[in-house]
C-alpha cells in the first residue's frame, strides 16, 4: 500500500485536498482524522504539520509527500521534488528598514537576519560567500527588526502590506519562488505505485489547463483552423453529413479559449464549443 504524507494544516491543506479529491483518491471528513485508508486506491494517508513532511519522506517511513518547496529545501532532508502542483505559490526574499542603504544579497556580510526558514537562508547566503547571524524565529518575524533582534529579515511575501506596516521593505532578489510539490527520498528505485499516483496527479494539472474545443469549418479553412487549434498532439477532424464541412475538436489552454473562439469564428468556424476537461492521462 501506497503511503502518502499530506498537509495537516495551513496554505498547502485545502488545495492539496482539492487535488487528491479530483485525482480520484478518498479524502478525510474531519481535520481530527491524522490517518486515512483509501483501500479502493491502495493509499493510506498521513496528514502531518507541512514543515515535518520532508524528513518523514526524506527518511523512507513514507513514499510520498506533498509540502511547499520552501519547507524541503528548508527541512535539508533526503528528500527531492518530483512534480511541481502550481497552487499555495510564494516569493522568499530580505526586507530592510526603509531606506537602508542594502541592495544585495553580498551587503548582508556581518549582519543579524531574523527567519522561520533558517536552512533556506544559510543556504543561500553560503551559495553567495556571505557570512551573517542567522536567528530562528517562530512565527511572524516583521517586528524582530523594531525589537533589536537583527537588522534584517528574511520572509514569505505576498502583498508586502505587512512588511510596509512594519516599516520594512524588499530589497535583491528573490531568495527563493516557491509553491506546493510532491516530493521523493533521494534515490528511490522505480515503483508503479508511485508512478500511477504522479500520472494522476499530472491529469489533474492537464485538465485545469485545458479544455476542449469543437467546432464545424469549411473543409479549405481546415488549415488556418488547426493552426489555430494544434492539440497536444494533433486534433480531430471528422467529416460532417454536409458536404465540405468537416468538425474539428481538439484540446486547447483554458485561458486562451475566448481569444481562440473569436479567431475560429473570424475564419468561418461556427457551432463552437467549449467543454471542460474532469480528468486525463496525457
Known amino acids: 500500500m501506497l503511503r502518502i504524507a499530506v498537509p495537516n494544516k495551513g496554505s498547502l491543506s485545502g488545495p492539496a485536498a482539492e487535488m487528491l479529491h479530483e485525482a480520484g483518491y478518498r479524502q478525510r471528513k474531519e481535520a481530527k482524522e491524522l490517518v486515512l485508508v483509501d483501500p479502493d486506491n491502495q493509499v493510506e494517508f498521513f496528514f502531518l504539520r ?5 524528513v518523514y519522506v526524506g527518511s523512507g517511513r513514507l513514499d510520498v509527500g506533498i509540502t511547499g518547496r520552501d519547507l524541503l529545501l528548508d527541512s535539508a532532508s533526503e528528500a527531492e521534488e518530483v512534480l511541481a502542483l502550481g497552487f499555495a505559490g510564494s516569493t522568499f526574499r530580505f526586507a530592510k528598514p526603509v531606506g537602508t542603504e542594502l541592495s544585495d544579497v553580498r551587503d548582508l556580510d556581518g549582519l543579524r537576519i531574523a527567519t522561520s526558514y533558517t536552512g533556506l537562508v544559510e543556504q543561500h547566503l553560503a551559495e553567495h560567500g556571505v557570512k551573517a547571524t542567522v536567528t530562528k524565529l517562530d512565527g511572524a ?8 533582534v537583527a537588522d534584517v529579515i528574511a520572509d514569505v511575501v505576498e502583498t508586502g502590506t505587512s512588511l510596509r506596516n512594519a516599516g520594512l521593505e524588499v530589497f535583491g532578489d528573490p531568495i527563493l519562488v516557491s509553491d506546493a510539490v510532491v516530493i521523493r527520498s533521494k534515490g528511490a528505485g522505480e515503483d508503479a505505485a508511485v508512478e500511477q499516483f504522479l500520472r494522476r496527479l499530472q491529469g489533474v494539472l492537464v485538465a485545469r ?3 476542449l474545443m469543437d467546432y464545424d469549418i469549411r473543409a479549405e479553412k481546415v488549415g488556418e483552423a488547426v493552426a489555430l487549434t494544434p492539440g497536444l498532439e494533433s486534433p480531430t477532424v471528422s467529416p460532417l453529413h454536409t458536404e465540405g464541412w468537416v468538425a474539428v475538436r481538439s484540446m486547447v489552454l483554458r485561458k486562451e479559449a475566448q481569444r481562440i473562439m473569436d479567431d475560429l ?18
Open 265 to 282: 469564428w473570424a475564419i468561418g468556424a461556427r457551432a463552437i464549443l467549449v467543454t471542460n476537461i474532469h480528468a486525463c492521462r496525457i
Open 50 to 54: 507541512p514543515r515535518d513532511i520532508a
Open 141 to 148: 518575524v516583521e517586528t524582530a527588526v523594531h525589537l533589536g
Open 209 to 211: 489547463r485545458y479544455v
